[in-house]
């Protein structure tokens, strides 16, 4: 499993991508708490403010870019 932690352009881009990998890592957590994955099964990946989905121009905007993306593949058991 992949975890993405993205954010909106708000502030510098340093803090931007350790927030995107605390988000990623929240998730991550989570995930591992409610299943049987372990932290070896979770990639995380901080994304920054690198990938917007949504413009940054806007409130709107910038709470769609305030999000985390899962990948997953494979069989569930």
Request: hydrophobic share 40%; aromatic share 0%; no cysteine.
């Given at each position: 499993?992949?975890?993405e932690g993205?954010?909106?352009s708000t502030g510098p881009e340093a803090y931007n991508?350790?927030?995107s990998e605390?988000?990623?890592q929240a998730v991550a957590d989570y995930i591992v708490g409610q299943t049987r994955l372990t932290a070896a099964?979770?990639?995380?990946i901080p994304m920054g403010e690198?990938?917007?989905v949504a413009s940054n121009d806007t409130a709107a905007g910038r709470a769609e870019?305030?999000?985390?993306t899962i990948f997953a593949e494979g069989e569930v058991k």
């Open positions: 499993m992949r975890i993205h954010t909106d991508l350790a927030l605390r988000r990623a099964d979770v990639e995380i690198s990938t917007p870019n305030r999000r985390v």
